[in-house]
């Protein structure tokens, strides 16, 4: 979303909004009532201008009592703060939880991880919103968008390339913001962009052009998951167009998302995106036409001033009351399930916040612990050549920290104001204690670089990109780096030069990548003995990197990108036919990095693997059990991963499919059983003709193993 006020309008604080919904004047405000007839009534007590008000992200009545909430951003914890500024301009930030960005999520392939950090995030919300009457139980998130690009500006919001994964990482986000009430939600997951949104430079008038297949198998996928599996009832259209039509106006918001897949909440537009229509895509001669065309299509809210276009649409003929009433319906229903028009003690997630002496959970240790947990498992080992890392810090006297952003821990555009930082150089100092002199160089400036490396037993070298740019809105001038509104012009780390002048001076020298996306390190790679990588933004940043560099936490990260070698390896930024040799699933050269990667400083042997059949039918799932043996010295997580090839489909796919995964903890010494799960309907492929899925009979091989391009053990099966 552009950089727009979030229009967050409380109209009574909670306490008398629950005094004032507990006189039950209104058949929609009894609990007991089924849903649909609660909005009937609602709708017919309203005016048909309170019906247009609804359309905002406001959808109050305040002349029925009716108090709803707004939207809050919250990608990787909760955002009443931060460079954006999120929850007022002019009011002082609340302090939350502050996660490693989507990006760094991802790489932790963690879904159970995934699912508890939402659901703080949740928690919070409620939290800021029913104490402090701040922010709103609408959250903006997850990002279900695919990662097609390492050269799209917004990588760092996505979990990654593979639609599989991105679907089953939104489902435990989707879930963990939700909670697991039977009746109620404890916050709204509103994923977004829907659809095929991964180039920024263009995004408001350039289509999103791909064949049908793609549509079902790949962009969709994340969305669809995020809805039938993952219970979202919200999602935000996307600027762009797809196929030649504006995705805000795009028949699949009704024909797909609602009518196939149950989708019967809020469908919102982009900050700004209703007068994109006529500026920068000309679709409409005007704006209402454009009013009367959205709101049919299924938006139910809008994110920039729209009333005129609306009313006049309304004036003109183009659009009616029923229309109008079709529609908000959604906002209503997320309402309900929010508890937002009743006052019952059957919602538990009322009770949050409210109590006397509640203590502020971004403060407790239960927050910080888990904001810890999730970058240490967000840090991928890239490389460890002679067991570089850990270093030993008992055979240590002087440590080199070398990088412009090595005492910084630096925030995104979704960031919210995290209650304390840890950088990279607090949290080395933090680890080495007294013991060990810490001494730190920003650049090469006046050769210091090289003379602290050169006097160390030890160099480390922070590098990476700033995820705002250190620029104005759509601004990025260092070439490699990009943000929402604007796509990197090079995959080169320009601070690789850096790194070279600290190896030259001493070839006892690691590196620290953190970054939002990849980079084609391919000097560093060659000659530096161990790289890690890790994303921005979190708290607990300079704690977790210490960790993992001083041997207190084995690393398990894995990539969710292919990290290629050369911006020539990628096909064209707008080319949205990923079969032209995109992501780990097309790419037809070798990466720097691939799909999956990611090392340890433990080392495990797959021994075996068994399956409770020889065959899988429509509507079944397959069990597949990897037995896998820690045949190091270190206790560690491994990631197993299971992909499929069809061995002789008729139509043309991947070479080969993500299909389970699950990270393990395994002891030194200690062997595991891990049990994987292939449902039937992730096989199948869509056929246009028939215009459905379908379970082709044919062979299919399954690869087990530690990445993409590490396969351990295959198994052929068959589809009947």
Not at 6 to 24: C, E, G, M
Not at 183 to 207: I, P, V
Not at 519 to 547: K, R
Not at 589 to 606: I, R, V
């Amino acid at each position: 979303m552009k950089k727009y006020t979030l229009y967050l309008l409380l109209l009574l604080t909670v306490a008398p909004i629950l005094a004032q919904q507990k006189k039950q004047v209104y058949p929609f405000q009894n609990p007991k009532l089924a849903t649909e007839k609660r909005i009937d009534n609602l709708l017919s007590l309203m005016t048909l201008e309170e019906k247009v008000a609804v359309l905002s992200t406001n959808p109050s009545v305040p002349r029925l009592g009716v108090v709803g909430t707004g939207h809050v951003e919250g990608l990787h914890g909760l955002a009443l703060g931060g460079p954006a500024k999120w929850g007022g301009k002019n009011k002082e930030p609340i302090t939350t939880t502050t996660f490693p960005q989507a990006y760094g999520l991802g790489e932790t392939w963690d879904t159970e991880l995934l699912q508890k950090v939402a659901n703080v995030e949740g928690y919070e919300a409620r939290f800021a919103f029913q104490k402090y009457q701040r922010g709103g139980l609408v959250i903006r998130a997850p990002n279900a968008d695919i990662a097609r690009d390492p050269r799209w500006g917004r990588t760092e919001e996505s979990y990654g390339e593979d639609a599989f994964f991105n679907g089953t990482m939104t489902v435990a986000f989707v879930k963990g913001l939700q909670g697991n009430h039977l009746k109620y939600w404890q916050t709204a997951s509103l994923m977004k962009h829907f659809l095929a949104n991964s180039n920024e430079d263009g995004r408001t008038y350039t289509s999103s052009d791909f064949a049908e297949r793609l549509w079902r198998e790949y962009y969709s996928v994340p969305f669809r998951m995020g809805v039938v599996e993952g219970g979202s009832r919200a999602y935000m259209a996307a600027y762009n167009k797809v196929n030649g039509i504006p995705a805000m106006v795009h028949p699949m918001l009704k024909e797909i998302t609602q009518k196939e897949w149950g989708q019967n909440g809020i469908i919102c537009t982009d900050g700004g995106a209703f007068k994109l229509l006529l500026s920068d895509h000309k679709y409409y001669k005007d704006q209402y036409l454009g009013a009367a065309a959205t709101v049919k299509a299924g938006i139910n809210q809008f994110l920039d001033d729209y009333k005129e276009g609306v009313n006049g649409a309304l004036e003109k003929g183009y659009l009616t009351e029923k229309d109008i009433d079709a529609e908000i319906r959604g906002n209503f229903r997320v309402m309900i399930k929010l508890g937002m028009l009743e006052a019952t003690a059957d919602n538990p997630y009322v009770k949050i916040g409210t109590g006397k002496d509640t203590i502020d959970p971004w403060k407790s240790d239960a927050h910080k612990k888990l904001a810890l947990e999730a970058t240490q498992k967000s840090i991928v080992l890239l490389k460890n050549d002679s067991n570089a890392l850990p270093l030993q810090k008992e055979k240590l006297k002087k440590v080199a920290l070398i990088g412009l952003h090595a005492d910084e821990v630096l925030l995104d555009w979704y960031s919210g104001t995290p209650p304390y930082v840890v950088t990279p150089l607090q949290g080395i100092k933090n680890k080495l204690g007294s013991n060990v002199e810490v001494v730190y160089a920003k650049n090469n400036a006046d050769g210091k670089a090289a003379a602290i490396a050169k006097s160390a037993d030890a160099v480390i070298v922070i590098v990476g990109n700033h995820p705002v740019c250190n620029a104005g809105w759509a601004d990025c001038p260092v070439p490699s780096e990009g943000k929402e509104a604007v796509d990197r012009q090079s995959l080169t780390l320009e601070q690789e030069d850096l790194i070279k002048i600290a190896y030259q001076a001493n070839p006892n020298t690691v590196v620290a990548l953190i970054s939002s996306f990849p980079y084609a390190i391919n000097w560093t790679q060659e000659h530096i003995p161990a790289i890690v990588h890790m994303a921005q933004n979190s708290q607990e940043l300079g704690n977790a990197l210490a960790d993992v560099l001083f041997g207190d936490y084995n690393p398990a990260g894995r990539l969710t990108q292919t990290w290629v070698k050369d911006i020539t390896d990628l096909p064209d930024l707008l080319d949205y036919n990923i079969r032209n040799g995109r992501t780990y699933q097309h790419f037809k050269g070798k990466p720097l990095y691939a799909f999956g990667h990611g090392l340890s400083y433990t080392t495990f042997k797959y021994n075996s693997v068994e399956t409770n059949s020889e065959t899988i039918s429509k509507n079944g799932d397959l069990k597949v059990s990897v037995s896998v043996t820690n045949t190091g010295k270190k206790d560690g997580d491994e990631v197993v991963q299971l992909y499929v090839k069809h061995l002789d489909s008729k139509v043309e796919r991947p070479e080969k499919e993500l299909k389970a995964f699950q990270r393990v903890f395994i002891k030194s010494g200690e062997t595991k059983k891990v049990l994987l799960t292939i449902r039937a309907k992730d096989l199948e492929y869509w056929h246009v003709a028939k215009q459905q899925f379908e379970l082709e009979n044919n062979a299919v091989q399954l690869q087990i193993g530690s990445s993409s391009d590490v396969i351990l053990l295959t198994k052929k099966i068959n589809i009947k």
